[in-house]
């Protein structure tokens, strides 16, 4: 059962109180094909009937409503892979502000968008070190408290360096990242001069802290992906490695022994199907399906949210879902896989189902099935800890058709259009 699921240590921020109220989600399609009425409550869902079988329950709680028709409600997707402190930096015109209250500024509004795509919970990497010091994760860390309640975000500290005598502050400066709330630790090894010494250095943390690990590389160095994979084995809660563009770059002989090696490791792979970020140099996505079919859990994030890396980067789930259906092959469920159930065991969440005894983290989306949804997520309803946090609405209209009426195509508007 959900409610028996333990927390891992250093989850997300202390999540907001749920609603106490009752709340009705009326017609809603499931993937399945059914369409329900879904009760929440406690943060929790309730219950799961047919649809208006908990009309009038609801009604003598007097809890509210909302009408779910025509749309399809499915688990809420999460962000694993976002860069709170450099987001929405891109119209700057010059150096990256880390201003305290411009990063706050902006880890709050990429947050806050993210949110309106669907994600109810985001993990954001944060620089350490360097001109950056701590202020940028204490920023950072000031922006989870201010979303308290709307939504969950995990910070990552990821310092520089820590080889050498040039690593010794920057190792001093992860542990003071810990202590300071930071829940995650990671990095870029490929960037230190002992990449390996870096990764062991990286685990000595996290195995002080029992920290989960979240590290930058673009995977093209087999031998040390093979020596990342085994020093990595076993740590609990767990190693992440994203994007790894590089390793659909290599042979497919290699590629695979590579993947095989990371499966037997239990490491994660999240890839960026959306654009690169500023911890690797190169773009390129993962090769998903070689992954999968080795066994590696793949999740995808959205990387950059309109910095220098990726201008125009939209941080949605959603897009992220439909690249790998549409340019990769994965099936849509597999691909909204990789950005809600396989994400939120990234974020060491527990899981999430529209049946009774689960967390209410929801996302109604128009239309009527997954594909669809992929294909044309303009409208949506995002539901966190059982309360409606965000909606977006489209509705696009077309000048009157003979035509149209004719062969009865669908139509959100009639009015005409000048």
């Known amino acids: 059962m959900p409610d028996s699921q333990p927390q891992p240590p250093h989850s997300s921020s202390s999540p907001g109180p749920a609603d106490t109220t009752s709340l009705l989600l009326c017609g809603a399609r499931l993937t399945d094909g059914r369409t329900v009425d879904v009760r929440l409550g406690g943060g929790r869902i309730e219950a799961v009937g047919t649809a208006g079988s908990l009309a009038s329950e609801s009604t003598r709680a007097c809890g509210a409503r909302v009408d779910l028709s025509g749309y399809l409600l499915l688990p809420a997707p999460v962000e694993p892979h976002a860069h709170g402190d450099t987001a929405l930096s891109a119209d700057e015109g010059g150096p990256v502000s880390y201003d305290p209250q411009d990063v706050q ?73 810990v202590k300071m709330g930071a829940s995650v630790v990671g990095g870029c090894p490929d960037l230190d001069p002992d990449p390996t010494g870096y990764v062991q250095a990286i685990l000595e943390v996290a195995s002080e802290h029992g920290c989960p690990v979240d590290l930058h590389t673009d995977a093209t160095d087999p031998p040390r992906l093979a020596r990342l994979a085994a020093m990595a084995g076993g740590l609990r809660p767990g190693v992440t490695l994203g994007p790894c563009g590089g390793l659909g770059r290599l042979p497919s002989e290699i590629a695979s022994r590579t993947a095989d090696q990371l499966a037997a490791a239990g490491v994660t792979v999240v890839c960026l199907p959306q654009g690169g970020c500023g911890g690797v140099e190169r773009r390129g996505t993962a090769p998903v399906r070689l992954l999968r079919a080795a066994g590696v859990r793949v999740a995808a994030g959205s990387g950059a949210l309109r910095d220098v890396s990726n201008p125009v980067g939209r941080g949605d789930p959603l897009e992220a879902a439909y690249l790998l259906a549409s340019r990769y092959g994965m ?66 209209e077309f000048c009157d058709s003979a035509a149209a009426v004719e062969l009865g195509l669908p139509r959100q508007g009639r009015g005409e259009v000048s």
């Open 331 to 396: 099936r849509p469920e597999d691909a909204y896989d990789a950005v809600s159930a396989s994400a939120r065991a990234v974020l060491g969440l527990p899981e999430v189902r529209v049946e009774a005894g689960f967390p209410a983290e929801l996302l109604a989306v128009r239309g009527d099935r997954l594909s669809g949804a992929l294909s044309l997520a303009y409208s949506r309803i995002v539901v966190h800890r059982g309360r409606v946090v965000a909606r977006t609405s489209a509705v696009r």
């Open 105 to 177: 500024r902006r880890a709050t509004e990429a947050a806050l968008l993210q949110l309106g795509h669907g994600a109810t919970a985001l993990r954001a990497h944060v620089r350490v070190g360097d001109v950056q010091g701590l202020g940028a994760l204490a920023a950072v860390l000031q922006a989870r408290r201010s979303l308290r309640g709307l939504t969950e975000l995990t910070a990552v500290a990821m310092p520089r360096v820590l080889t050498g005598a040039a690593g010794k502050e920057g190792l001093a400066m992860l542990r003071d990242a």
